[in-house]
């Protein structure tokens, strides 16, 4: 059975910084694309980052980039997602997604398994 179970939300004043965390069973994350997603109520679900099968090739939405880092550890097969200089815009629910074929990363249609989520808020 796969289960992703993300951890590290919470919340920050604008500025500050959180790490989420993805833990992968069931599945080997080096094999897969694994990407951050987030949805605020009412939105769409929106991709943030992802990370390619093997070389680990990264990719990011442009309101994130140069803030987020999207990593991933083999050996403990979970996945990062560094935040940094947080704004109250990135207030959302953070879900990790897990898909084998992927043509478009930020395609939440294309992921065969989620996370249930951590609430991330960002306060001004």
């Known amino acids: 059975q796969v289960q992703l179970v993300e951890s590290g939300g919470g919340s920050v004043q604008a500025g500050g910084s959180l790490r989420l965390s993805c833990a992968v069973s069931?599945?080997?994350?080096?094999?897969?694309?694994m990407t951050w997603f987030r949805q605020v109520p009412g939105q769409e679900r929106e991709g943030v980052a992802a990370v390619s099968p093997g070389v680990g090739k990264t990719y990011y939405d442009d309101s994130v980039q140069g803030r987020f880092t999207i990593s991933r550890d083999n050996a403990k097969n979970t996945l990062y997602l560094q935040m940094n200089n947080l704004t109250p815009e990135d207030t959302a629910i953070y879900y990790c997604?897990?898909?084998?074929?992927?043509?478009?990363?930020?395609?939440?249609?294309?992921?065969?398994?989620w996370g249930q989520g951590t609430q991330v808020t960002v306060s001004s």
């Open positions: 997604a897990a898909g084998a074929y992927v043509g478009n990363w930020a395609g939440r249609g294309q992921y065969n398994y």
């Open positions: 069931g599945y080997t994350a080096l094999y897969c694309w």
